[in-house]
């Protein structure tokens, strides 16, 4: 069986709640009598992702939003209206924006009655208010200060991270950040976390191997999974950490990335990877080229904390919107105009024959707990020799 273990000070601080420990103990009987213990048991890692947010920095008077949050498809719709009709068909405005006989009739605003989320190119929507603040978080992808066009982006604004360190490449924030549904007290962002927790889909699991030393080691190997198995929880809903996890043998998932852990933070070298992702009752996956980490291992005595960064297929993102319409509402966007964004904010892989870049720079903030991942011994990592093949198989089931 798989071997996955977890960090020792971790553990001590659980030690003070005898309940607690004696179900953890438990569940790594259990563990040990599937998988007995071999002698480098002790040089792996593991942890679940238990919140996953797009990054977004804000500030108390949104200075980062000098034109204001981003309008939506009802109010472009209602504003489009004559004021008899308006009062028609919302009664008055007493039907709720959410509900589906408005909803449908803001979306579907296109010539002959299309759906402006599914078509977003059918309509010519205001340009959308993105952020133009100079912070966020965020990783430098690309290796540069001044977001100068490479062979493998485009020349796009980069910012400076909240401890300054310049060249940090966002374009996903830049995008987002203005729109309420991804801002702190958004619907979109909370109401996916919520989901992830109550429903356990889209579960990730991160592996940290060839692990010497838990607080400085050069060389680890660090690969992520889909989980099969659900949130184990105590009676106040809290999900337990220390729990076992069978990987879901998925393609794409689990490529290896190599890692150093430098005073308790772990960082890794880049690599394509697919994530799951649950949110808004859309199941979806998150593709990311360059993806690395930056986690401190060592937050707190029971998370880990940190980011999650690397270039988002812009194909692969719309397609959780498209499938999940009430967001719109809900997020307050345009689809049209967020759609058209997303192309020109674009700074990763350009297409060879366009020179249009593909892909959106993008940070996702993340915190973990530890816990058993068991995967069969004999099976490889799940990498991919056909990338491009089941990024297209998974856009056309899409």
């Given at each position: 069986?798989?071997?996955?273990?977890?960090?020792?000070?971790?553990?001590?601080?659980?030690?003070?709640?005898?309940?607690?420990?004696?179900?953890?103990?438990?569940?790594?009987?259990?563990?040990?009598?599937?998988?007995?213990?071999?002698?480098?048991?002790?040089s792996?890692?593991?942890?679940?992702?238990v919140?996953?947010?797009?990054?977004?920095?804000?500030?108390?008077?949104?200075?980062?939003?000098?034109?204001?949050?981003?309008?939506?498809?009802?109010?472009?719709?209602?504003?489009?209206?004559?004021?008899?009709?308006?009062?028609?068909?919302?009664?008055?405005?007493?039907?709720?924006?959410?509900?589906?006989?408005?909803?449908?009739?803001?979306?579907?605003?296109?010539?002959?009655?299309?759906?402006?989320?599914?078509?977003?190119?059918?309509?010519?929507?205001?340009?959308?208010?993105?952020?133009?603040?100079a912070?966020?978080?965020?990783?430098?992808?690309?290796?540069?200060?001044?977001?100068?066009?490479?062979?493998?982006?485009?020349?796009?604004?980069?910012?400076?991270?909240?401890?300054?360190?310049?060249?940090?490449?966002?374009?996903?924030?830049?995008?987002?950040?203005?729109?309420?549904?991804?801002?702190?007290?958004?619907?979109?962002?909370t109401?996916?976390?919520?989901?992830?927790?109550?429903?356990?889909?889209?579960?990730?699991?991160?592996?940290?191997?060839?692990?010497?030393?838990?607080?400085?080691?050069?060389?680890?190997?660090?690969?992520?999974?889909?989980?099969?198995?659900?949130?184990?929880?105590?009676?106040?809903?809290?999900?337990?950490?220390?729990?076992?996890?069978?990987?879901?043998?998925?393609?794409?998932?689990?490529?290896?990335?190599?890692?150093?852990?430098?005073?308790?933070?772990?960082?890794?070298?880049?690599?394509?990877?697919?994530l799951?992702?649950?949110?808004?009752?859309?199941?979806?996956?998150?593709?990311?080229?360059?993806?690395?980490?930056?986690?401190?291992?060592?937050?707190?005595?029971?998370?880990?904390?940190?980011?999650?960064?690397?270039?988002?297929?812009?194909d692969n993102?719309?397609?959780?919107?498209?499938?999940?319409?009430?967001?719109?509402v809900?997020?307050?966007?345009?689809?049209?105009?967020?759609?058209?964004?997303?192309?020109?904010?674009?700074?990763?892989?350009?297409?060879?024959?366009?020179?249009?870049?593909?892909?959106?720079?993008?940070?996702?903030?993340?915190?973990?707990?530890?816990?058993?991942?068991?995967?069969?011994?004999?099976?490889?990592?799940?990498?991919?020799?056909?990338?491009?093949?089941?990024?297209?198989?998974?856009?056309?089931?899409?």
């Open positions: 069986m798989g071997k996955t273990l977890i960090s020792n000070r971790l553990l001590n601080s659980i030690e003070a709640r005898p309940a607690l420990a004696g179900f953890i103990a438990s569940v790594a009987l259990t563990a040990f009598m599937q998988n007995p213990a071999k002698a480098n048991d002790e792996t890692l593991g942890f679940v992702v919140s996953f947010y797009t990054s977004v920095y804000e500030t108390k008077y949104m200075e980062e939003c000098p034109r204001g949050l981003e309008i939506g498809n009802d109010e472009i719709w209602w504003k489009s209206l004559e004021p008899g009709i308006r009062d028609e068909l919302t009664n008055g405005g007493d039907i709720e924006p959410v509900t589906g006989t408005r909803r449908a009739m803001s979306a579907k605003r296109g010539p002959n009655g299309e759906d402006v989320c599914g078509f977003p190119t059918i309509v010519e929507d205001p340009p959308m208010k993105t952020v133009e603040g912070i966020s978080y965020g990783m430098n992808l690309d290796g540069l200060t001044e977001g100068t066009p490479t062979p493998k982006t485009c020349s796009h604004k980069n910012f400076t991270s909240p401890a300054g360190e310049t060249g940090i490449d966002n374009q996903m924030y830049r995008l987002l950040g203005c729109t309420y549904g991804w801002r702190n007290s958004g619907y979109v962002e109401n996916a976390n919520g989901e992830l927790v109550d429903t356990s889909q889209g579960i990730i699991l991160v592996e940290i191997s060839s692990v010497d030393d838990r607080h400085n080691d050069d060389d680890v190997v660090v690969r992520m999974y889909r989980a099969k198995d659900v949130f184990p929880k105590d009676a106040q809903g809290n999900i337990l950490p220390y729990s076992s996890y069978r990987v879901h043998d998925i393609p794409g998932y689990g490529n290896a990335a190599k890692g150093r852990i430098i005073d308790g933070v772990l960082t890794t070298d880049p690599i394509e990877a697919y799951p992702y649950y949110g808004n009752l859309t199941h979806s996956e998150i593709h990311l080229r360059d993806m690395r980490l930056e986690v401190d291992l060592e937050a707190t005595d029971e998370r880990a904390k940190g980011i999650i960064a690397g270039y988002r297929d812009v993102f719309w397609s959780y919107f498209r499938k999940g319409g009430y967001m719109a809900t997020g307050q966007f345009s689809c049209p105009a967020m759609y058209k964004a997303a192309h020109e904010l674009a700074d990763g892989y350009p297409d060879p024959d366009t020179g249009e870049c593909t892909a959106l720079s993008s940070s996702y903030t993340i915190e973990a707990i530890p816990a058993y991942i068991v995967r069969p011994e004999s099976d490889e990592p799940k990498t991919s020799a056909a990338t491009q093949d089941i990024q297209d198989t998974r856009l056309a089931a899409n």
